[in-house]
């Protein structure tokens, strides 16, 4: 029996460093936009280039194994090398594999750092958008949580399709949705909305799919689409979790940030390993936050994703405060 079986993307992540960007803001009807800009028609020279793996599916699974849970990974990877590469790495993290394997290649992203430390991503989804629910190994589906990642086109399909399965075999799901699918808004994610247990986004991502004056607004508006827990990330301003119930505010510390791949996916599955070892979700957020900090630290989404006792020893040394009301 599993505690988690994430399904989402994995994919050979390349971050690539250069001086020669720029960075110009536009205002528009929508706002202020940050543009990163780099000469056309030029030979632009990379000063450091590292290789990782990433997707929502395979951070989410790497940073609950090394909480300390029985984790495995579900999802759909190409018969290439890369692919290769990405159940090697699960493997060292202690993270079974229920991937299925198909003809296309397997995702792969380009990732540019920005002059601000954000980062922009070239990515290609490959094989990720190909899991069918026949090919999912459905008797070794034994775990006591689903976490889902965001899944595009037939793999879409077939998340909505474990949502039932879920419900039918009293598996609870947590869902981390995207930007791609939170524009799709809330009646294309409703299958899975009504079945979900504990959401997780971020603003932005809120925002497409709820309207409100403010934070708390979005939380009471995401809430009746059916998840029981609704979590909100806002970056330097904060996380913010509603209950059905009680409001919960965390602020982060000022740590220096580098790079801010796979810090939702940090956040997200500490966020469940929280609510899994304590069923308290001020300390949930806690565990969620200092993960977060710590990937924001380094390049890569897995890099520095913490064990619990390392989680813990932070945590000691720099409390999370979290304010409640109702």
Known sequence: MYDVITVGSATL??????KFSELIKIMDSKGETDLLA??????????????????????????LSRLGHKTAWLGKLGKDENSDYILKKLKEEKVD?????????GGY?????????????LAYKGANDEL??????????????????????????????????????NIRIAFNASSYLA?????????????????????EEASYLAK????????????????????????????????????????PHKVKVVETTGAGDAFASSFLSGLLKKNDIKFALKLAIINAESVIQYHGAKNKLLTYREALKILKKMPVKIRIFP
């Open 97 to 105: 594999s229920l991937a299925v394997r198909g003809k296309a290649y």
């Open 13 to 18: 992540d390349v971050f690539a460093k250069t």
């Open 38 to 63: 780099y000469p056309t028609g030029s030979k632009i020279l990379i000063e450091e280039l590292e290789f990782t793996t990433g997707g929502g599916g395979t951070n989410a699974a790497v940073a």
């Open 109 to 121: 992203s380009i990732i540019l750092d920005s002059i601000e430390h954000d980062r922009t991503i």
């Open 212 to 251: 409100g004056k403010d934070t708390k607004e979005l939380l009471r508006k995401l809430s009746l689409l059916g998840p029981k827990i609704v979590a909100i990330t806002d970056g330097k301003n904060g996380a913010f979790v509603f209950d059905g119930k009680r409001f919960y505010t965390a602020m």
């Open 183 to 203: 524009k799709k808004g809330p009646n294309y994610l409703k299958n899975i909305l009504k079945r979900t247990d504990i959401f997780i986004l971020n603003r």
């Open 132 to 169: 069918d629910f026949k090919e999912v190994p459905l008797k070794r589906l034994k775990t006591r949580w689903f976490y889902f990642s965001s899944m595009l086109d037939r793999s879409f399909q077939t998340l909505e399709k474990l949502a039932y399965y879920a419900e039918k075999n």
